[in-house]
């Protein structure tokens, strides 16, 4: 199973030449990140920033190709893996695929914080994160 959002491509997204400018791509990754913990590793990002412990994911670093133009009006289909998790962060890979093939690739690594500092995974966290990555392919 892999974790996937279809987003499709609005105005907002777009520059003047009407294809997707880069950095709303990233908005779109985020989202499907954020989407991604609260449907698959049961914490949404709501209740992260709200539960009074300065929790959260931020993200540490990213790397992106870009391989074709999306268009106003396209539907990217975006799927998520976990390629690796560590003691306090997670690399996760997402990709944009449009009906013409690969639209993006993007590694992104967030961590884990706890009182704004790096800190273990949860265990509930950490056990859905691993049986995830576990069951992603099957």
Known sequence: MTYERLIQIEFNHCDPAGIVFYPRYFEMVN???????????GRSFAQMHNDGASNGVPTVAIEAAFQRPSRLGDKVRFTLKVEK???????????????????????MTVAWINQMKAAPWPSEMRAALDHYRETQDA
């Open 85 to 107: 998790i560590g003691g306090s962060s997670t690399r996760v890979l997402v990709e944009g695929f449009g009906p013409d093939g690969p639209r993006l690739q993007v590694r």
């Open 31 to 41: 989202s499907v990140v954020e989407n991604f913990f609260a449907d698959v590793v």
